[in-house]
């Protein structure tokens, strides 16, 4: 099993950032970090599908 990174070890931004920013994410889990952003962009796709956003700019 890894050893977990001690917080030395990280740049000083991402160890002193809160967990909900961006830098905070990257340094608490590179991996959930990227799949709240993908989920974030999933969402967004859908409601921008749902409120027909991308069949008008399709149209033109």
Same mark, same amino acid.
């Given at each position: 099993m890894?050893?977990?990174i001690s917080p030395a070890a990280l740049p000083a931004s991402a160890a002193? !950032?809160?967990?909900?920013?961006?830098d905070?994410? %990257?340094a608490a889990d590179p991996v959930l970090g990227?799949?709240?952003l993908m989920l974030? !962009?999933?969402l967004l796709a859908e409601l921008l599908? %749902?409120?027909g956003a991308?069949?008008?700019s399709a149209a033109t």
């Open positions: 890894a050893e977990p002193s !950032a809160p967990l909900w920013t961006l905070g994410l %990257r990227l799949a709240l974030a !962009a999933v599908h %749902r409120t991308c069949r008008a």
